[in-house]
T-cell receptor, first 111, second 113 residues
Framework: GEDVEQSLFLSVREGDSSVINCTYT??????LYWYKQEPGAGLQLLTY?????DMKQDQRLTVLLNKKDKHLSLRIADTQTGDSAIYFC???????????FGKGTSLLVTP | GAGVSQSPSNKVTEKGKDVELRCDPI?????LYWYRQSLGQGLEFLIY????????KSGLPSDRFSAERTGGSVSTLTIQRTQQEDSAVYLC???????????FGNGTRLTVT
């Protein structure tokens, strides 16, 4: 299957910005997604971007897409301790419905 | 309901036993997915249902795994003769249609002893 790669860990101080990066290989992906998973919970959809866009902003979240480099990033402004979680990047892949997920980036926000 | 509901939330079973996991999708969502999340791994696609179409079973890891969706709503994932490597969190998701964002349940944590 197609690969989605993310760094495994990120640690930031409360109030700083966090940037989580993701690379993917399937150039046919129509949508790219960011999900958040807190301990013991399922995946919560944070935001998504259509492949013909290069940026999407939603309150503290900014998604940047570089389609040429197949690079997606999620920036969280003014990171709070409640943002500590695992963040998954996903792309819609060949099928257009079955999402391919990265292994997740564990974000730790320290006071 | 307000979200995707899965039951049980936790299941401990002995190796060799069969288990059934249940998923109740968001009302009106025609697409339903099962994923598996193993420790340290990403999410592994298992099976996809869309309306009355034949399901995409390409992700099922072995013939011990099967799933059905009755009446286009509730789905059950059945694992026969469970093995220790089946221990994982099984996540169900639904979407309004096949290309919409997926909405996940909280999962069933399966432990095979």
């Amino acid at each position: 299957g197609e690969d989605v790669e993310q760094s495994l860990f990120l640690s930031v101080r409360e109030g700083d910005s966090s940037v989580i990066n993701c690379t993917y290989t399937d150039s046919s992906s129509t949508y790219l997604y960011w999900y958040k998973q807190e301990p013991g919970a399922g995946l919560q959809l944070l935001t998504y971007i259509f492949s013909n866009m290069d940026m999407k902003q939603d309150q503290r979240l900014t998604v940047l897409l570089n389609k040429k480099d197949k690079h997606l990033s999620l920036r969280i402004a003014d990171t709070q301790t409640g943002d500590s979680a695992i963040y998954f990047c996903a792309e819609s892949g060949d099928s257009g419905y079955a999402l391919n997920f990265g292994k997740g980036t564990s974000l730790l926000v320290t006071p | 309901g307000a979200g995707v509901s899965q039951s049980p939330s936790n299941k401990v079973t002995e190796k060799g036993k069969d288990v059934e996991l249940r998923c109740d999708p968001i009302s009106g969502h025609t697409a339903l997915y099962w994923y598996r999340q193993s420790l340290g791994q990403g999410l592994e696609f298992l099976i996809y249902f869309q309306g009355n179409s034949a399901p995409d079973k390409s992700g099922l890891p072995s013939d011990r795994f099967s799933a059905e969706r009755t009446g286009g709503s509730v789905s059950t994932l059945t694992i026969q003769r469970t093995q220790q490597e089946d221990s994982a969190v099984y996540l169900c998701a639904s979407s309004l249609k096949g290309v919409s964002p997926l909405h996940f349940g909280n999962g069933t944590r399966l432990t095979v002893t």
